[in-house]
């Protein structure tokens, strides 16, 4: 069984910087796309950073230039630096693996999902 464990959340003023990880474990697929995705109140779920197994990556227009992702295979781990935080930032951040290909498809193909950190930004 996949398990997704993410940590790092919390609140930080508004230009400020959080790194949330994501550590997975029970699998051993060699092709898979992994990403973070972002639920603020009131709104749908929508996909922040992406990146697949061979390293590609895709950002939300939102946060490109200030957020990176990132991965340690050794430690499998996911990594997301957000750096100039923005209120807007705010948002329950989830983790999540697809695990049919090493593309990265919409969320709603992703098999196995954390349980989400929190993220707050203050102005």
């Known amino acids: 069984q996949v398990q997704l464990v993410e940590s790092g959340g919390g609140s930080v003023q508004a230009g400020g910087s959080l790194r949330l990880s994501c550590a997975a474990s029970?699998?051993?697929?060699?092709?898979?796309?992994m990403g973070w995705f972002r639920q603020a109140p009131g709104k749908g779920r929508g996909e922040v950073a992406v990146i697949d197994s061979a390293d590609g990556t895709r950002y939300a227009d939102s946060v490109k230039g200030r957020f990176t992702i990132s991965q340690d295979n050794a430690k499998n781990t996911l990594y997301l630096q957000m750096n100039s935080l923005k209120p807007e930032d705010t948002a329950m951040y989830y983790c999540a693996i697809f695990i049919g290909g090493s593309w990265c498809p919409p969320q709603n193909y992703y098999n196995y999902w954390g349980q989400g950190t929190q993220v707050t930004v203050s102005s």
């Open positions: 029970g699998y051993t697929y060699s092709r898979y796309c």
